[in-house]
């Protein structure tokens, strides 16, 4: 289900999504879509990075907020030159969700 949403955008930036989305043969509510899920992708990733950086969160739910894998999860951390903070109990965990998943 779709929802509408307005919002205010430059003019060079209304005029730059006029232009991908006629290079692309595709309506202007496509490359915001587009451009909105690749952005809420990010964050949610980014978010991801914090919390586990912080001790915050596991490994296994870092990589469920993300929404990757927990292998992806591990190569974005790397990436990232975050030091993995891997306990017996997180390994325990990610075995439950191999095993439920």
Known sequence: ?????????????????????????????????????????????????????????TLSRASEIAGVSVWEMIDVLAQKKVTLQYSVEDLKEDLKALESG
């Open 1 to 57: 289900m779709s929802e509408v949403i307005s919002a205010r955008l430059p003019k060079e930036r209304v005029r730059l999504v006029e232009e991908i989305a006629k290079e692309e043969k595709v309506d202007k509510s496509t490359i915001l879509e587009r451009a909105l899920d690749h952005y809420t992708r990010e964050w949610k990733l980014m978010k991801a990075v914090e919390l586990y950086r912080d001790g915050r969160v």
